[in-house]
């Protein structure tokens, strides 16, 4: 019996060793998928801000000194960019910064005086989990303070969404990026696999033989994949519906545009991969990959913003900002946060360049290997 297992064994590595295809496929997603998620929430421990320090006396500086010790066993809550007022607020102006604390020129001599002093927090409110984060750290800062200097004098905290009116429910903040990632991975899915099947079940000669040409091919295939990633939408809505409290009965038209241009971009992917690949386990796979990519990077694009201060997590933000995913994810939460706001249609526009591309490079891959292969 253990010689059995053994030949089995031996069989079964020196199958992999040979073709290490399938054992590639088995590790990309979870590598992806960790690699991505570890960079990403390691970030959420410390958060950069700025300071905006326009008092310079001795209290002002105890209290900058205090945010810039706080910390906990993940690390400290603050990473300080700056504490010059001008490149503070231009920071944050430019959002490079996701918040600014300003220490107001008054507030030493508020303290001296007895009165009430005062520090103001201005937030990109991009959703509600990171305004708590600022509003908590700086709190704490503030209660440390006056724990040692004025135990009985309150330090006022004026807080100020700059992004949109009201703060950003982390709800619909996630829900926003999974829609995404539903959309772009069924559309992929779909698309490569009706198109892959075609050499697994051996009836690609026909599509050469056929007099009408590749393009009711391509748009069959297309129209088909659509009704199948609808189906999956539908149901993901009901989801997060349940789950996550998605304004299900506040979705308008244009948040559906965005939907059918998400689905173009992730069909053209899919279409390559259907033609590049024709096997369906592969498509699976790397479809999976792509959107868990997309998912992590663009789908939290807004979120890693404030993070990109230095190393892997900045390189990742600077790709998610080439992406244009990332802008029809933003567009898609503006549909719910501002009534009649202005669209960044710049990503509108790469993003139908590149499923264009997509599309163009796969039919040109499409007609050759048929033709030159008579469909095998």
């Known amino acids: 019996m253990l010689l059995g297992i053994r030949a089995v064994i031996r069989k079964d590595i020196t199958i992999t060793w040979r073709n290490p295809s399938l054992l590639f496929l088995s590790i990309i997603v979870p590598v992806v998928f960790v690699l991505l998620y570890s960079l990403i929430t390691q970030v959420s421990a410390t958060n950069p801000v700025v300071i905006a320090q326009q008092s310079q006396g001795q209290y002002s500086q105890h209290l900058v000194k205090i945010l810039t010790e706080m910390s906990s066993v993940d690390g400290p809550y603050f990473i300080i960019k700056t504490t010059d007022p001008e490149k503070a607020h231009q920071q944050y102006d430019s959002g490079k910064a996701a918040a600014i604390i300003v220490i107001p020129k008054s507030f030493d001599d508020d303290i001296k005086l007895g009165s009430q002093p005062e520090v103001n927090l201005f937030v990109h409110n991009i959703n509600s989990d990171a305004t708590k984060n600022f509003q908590l750290r700086l709190s704490h800062a503030t209660y440390l303070f006056q724990k040692e200097f004025s135990p009985d004098r309150l330090i ?83 989801i997060m519906t349940v789950t996550l409290d998605f304004p299900l009965l506040k979705m308008n038209p244009i948040l559906w545009l965005w939907i059918v241009i998400l689905f173009l971009f992730g069909g053209s992917i899919g279409t390559a991969l259907g033609v590049w690949l024709r096997k369906s386990m592969p498509i699976i796979t790397f479809s999976a990959a792509i959107g868990i990519f997309l998912y992590l990077i663009c789908g939290n694009e807004s979120s890693i913003r404030g993070f990109a201060y230095n190393g892997p997590v900045e390189i990742l933000w600077r790709m998610a900002t080439v992406i244009p995913v990332s802008y029809v994810v933003e567009n898609m939460r503006r549909t719910f946060l501002e009534a009649g706001s202005a669209y960044e249609f710049k990503g509108l526009i790469y993003i139908l360049g590149l499923a264009a591309l997509f599309g163009l490079s796969s039919a040109y891959r499409l007609k050759k290997k048929l033709s030159y292969s008579q469909g095998q």
């Open 156 to 238: 006022k905290i004026n807080e100020t969404y700059s992004r949109f009116p009201q703060d950003v429910s982390m709800k619909i903040y996630i829900s926003i990026g999974l829609l995404m990632f539903a959309v772009v991975y069924s559309s992929m899915v779909n698309t490569g696999i009706l198109i892959s099947r075609e050499w697994e079940e051996r009836t690609s000669k026909e599509i050469v033989l056929t007099s009408i040409g590749f393009l009711p091919f391509v748009l069959g295939k297309w129209i088909t994949a659509f009704v199948q990633t609808i189906i999956s939408v539908i149901l993901v809505l009901g």
